[in-house]
């Protein structure tokens, strides 16, 4: 009969070269001895064979009470630091019986819960299971910990927002207050809006703003006041320098400049008298520039009508028509086409049957300040047309009313 030498399982097939309960390879069978030669052998204690299933039955359990040993640690050091501290006792408990195991199988007993095991795979085993272990335990009891502390920094994190708020809202306090006692209103406004953004269940605040905007917008009027009539005597005082100096008389935008100061002036003012007198000079300035800027819009577009009366003739010369323009009136504005086949059908056609669209002729003619046009033969026919342009004489007054200045200056009481 035999019998492996690694885990003591009966051999069953005489032939067997690998022992079918561990999986090791066997040893070549010896010569059976002679009766002679066979020594006296003990009998085989019953709890053997029994215990060889047991063994097997507990290696399962403690390789899979191993890993959820680990998990368990991990999860428990999470989550809580005694349930990490339980699985590292744990830990240590299963360890100390892997090693009593160790010992056993060192003094070839066949009772350790390992035993069917070598000794290298059971060192291997412990040293394995006893990683796994501390790893986990130590990683739950690290992860709980900087969750801790996680929790601790945001408390003293609170704490200290809670501090400052309450200092700030004291100190907020304390300047408003004083500002009250001394009747610096806009500091005590100021410090008001700060006390309510810290603040803004504070119901005694909307008392303590009673009495604060009343003195706060009296001073803002005072002050307001006090800059309109600063405005009215520098307004004064830059209205008699334009009408001293004859370069800024001839200035629009100076005289602008003096005029919006000076209307801010009032009828109870101190300054009215002094205001109304700069005025007066300041308007002969406005209608002395009005009357030179009109006179150079006329010029303008008178030069404008005659470049474009040269224009016309010789367009239609080109075209092969001995058309004669001509320009007339006081501010020639008004001009005279003459042809000797001048007619009626080719009036049609020239004007476009008397088209005002842009584009047309007499569109064009009107645009340039023409007020009337004649078609004319030299003889008989004639053919006239009234235009009504933009008038010139106004053209200073249209430039300045941009600047306030298009009306005469003049204080309203």
Known sequence: MQFCEKCG??????????????????????????????????????????????????????????????GTGFYAGVSSLWGGAVVVLMAVGFVGLAVKDWLSGRRGELDGPLSSMGLRERRVAVSVVGLLLGFGAVSGVSANLRDREAVAQETEQRARDAADLAARASVAEGALRSAVDAAEWEVADEQWSVLRELQPDNAALAETKSLIAPEVERIRGERTEAERLMKVDEGIEHARRVARDKKLCDTPLEISKAWNKLRK???????????????????????????????????????????LAVNIERTMLESGMDVRVTLSGKHKDHVRFKWVLMSRPLVHQMTDGGSMNPGALLRNLQDAGFRKVVFADGYNESFSYALEPEPEDKGGQMSLTGMNLGEPLALVK
């Open 9 to 70: 399982a009966q051999v069953v097939n005489a032939g067997a070269k690998f022992c079918g309960e561990c999986g090791q390879a066997l040893s070549p069978p010896k010569a059976l001895p002679t009766a002679a030669e066979t020594p006296a052998l003990s009998p085989v204690p019953p709890r053997v064979q029994a215990k060889k299933s047991e063994m097997r039955t507990k290696d399962w359990i403690y390789v899979v009470l191993s890993f959820g040993l680990v």
């Open 265 to 307: 002036v009032r009828s109870g003012d101190s300054q009215w008298g002094s205001a109304k007198k700069a005025v007066y000079g300041l308007e002969k300035c406005r209608r002395q520039v009005e009357r030179e800027m009109t006179k150079a819009l006329r010029l303008v577009m008178l030069a404008q009508r005659e470049q």
